[in-house]
């Protein structure tokens, strides 16, 4: 009784929240929380996405290593985000997959994500398929990603593509924090319309940003943005010259002058658009091409070519793109 009064306090929040253990496996914590709709104001005529119901989701993980390999230390997970870890052995860890049960990006959703990578573990985290935002009422979505890896530890963030629609709502923030001696990639990339269905972004908002902090100073801050006004004017030489589909990939690590040649020698063999530059310690790759095929192509190429250079696991192409 005391649960369904807490239930009943909480609908009149405008959310419902419903959290629980699991016995066999006590560090692993499961919650669904849903945004009821707001009551529309009887003068307001205009639809807004606050007045549907969106998802609030959340997954969090903590990796640590061990003499068996990298372990799970902690998961919680919020609908409709989940995460599994396919194809393991009873101790060791190697690939974590997200997925949303939502089967998309609506505008008002609220979604964050948070891989911690502990001394010695080895992980990379990709998703089941490409994300889709939706067309957006008045709200755009939001998506936190949080990833920390500490000194000793290395984390490949791999994720597939995410796929905006015609007026798609997102704002995107990825941040970063890093410890000397550790290792990272990190990757995202947008497409803008599914080019074998002839679809065209005439409107809608993107504001995809990252920060990265070593041993907590800033270190590299960017920023992508794009509106309403601004989509018409996207094919110019100056801005994305006609390319659908771009992405930022990151690289902080040891060697790093030595991986930055590597990288501008294998540049032309990728098949699109890219260069590879160094700043405050990272190196810094930008692709892009006029369909997301191109670029996941040379994504594949740039992760097989350089993860052999990096010594293979967690910086290799992930094997859920295969899927």
């Given amino acids: ?6 239930m009943a306090q909480a609908g009149k929040s405008g959310c419902v929240a419903v959290q629980g253990r699991y016995r066999a496996h006590p560090q692993v914590t499961c919650s669904t929380r849903i945004r009821l709709p707001s009551k529309s104001s ?3 005529s205009r639809p807004s996405d606050q007045d549907l119901q969106r998802a609030e989701g959340v997954v969090r993980i903590v990796l640590s290593g061990s003499e068996n390999g990298t372990r799970v230390k902690e998961v919680f997970q919020q609908s409709p985000l989940r995460v599994l870890f396919p194809g393991t052995t009873a101790c060791a860890v190697e690939e974590a997959v997200l997925l949303n049960t939502g089967g998309g990006i609506a505008g008002g959703d609220r979604l964050e ?3 911690t990578a502990l001394a010695n573990a080895s992980i990379a985290v990709t998703s089941q398929a490409a994300e889709k935002v939706y067309r957006a009422l008045t709200v755009p979505a939001r998506s936190a990603t949080r990833l920390k890896v500490c000194a000793a530890a290395k984390l490949a963030w791999l994720p597939q593509e995410t796929i905006l629609f015609d007026w798609a709502r997102l704002s995107r923030t990825t941040e970063i924090e890093l410890t000397h001696g550790a290792e990272l990639m990190a990757l995202e990339w947008l497409v803008l319309g599914r080019a074998a269905h002839g679809e065209k972004i005439t409107g809608g908002h993107i504001a995809d940003s990252w920060r990265v902090r070593k041993d907590g100073q800033l270190i590299w ?3 992508f943005r794009a509106t309403d006004e601004t989509f018409q004017h996207l094919h110019r030489k100056a801005l994305l010259s006609d390319c659908k589909a771009f992405g930022t990939l990151i690289y902080f690590g040891p060697r790093l002058d030595a991986r930055l040649e590597f990288l501008r020698d294998i540049a032309p063999s990728l098949g699109c658009r890219c260069s590879m530059t160094s700043v405050s310690g990272l190196i810094i790759a930008r692709f892009a091409a006029k369909t997301s095929y191109e670029v996941k192509l040379a994504l594949h ?12 696991h967690p910086f290799r192409v992930p094997k859920m793109w295969s899927c």
Avoid: I
Avoid at 1 to 6: P, V
Avoid at 304 to 312: A, P, R
């Fill in 113 to 115: 994500f948070g891989v």
């Fill in 1 to 6: 009784m005391a649960q369904l009064r807490n």
């Fill in 42 to 44: 009887p003068c307001s």
């Fill in 301 to 312: 190429s740039f992760l097989q070519q350089f993860g052999s250079e990096l010594g293979g």
């Fill in 221 to 223: 801050a960017d920023s």
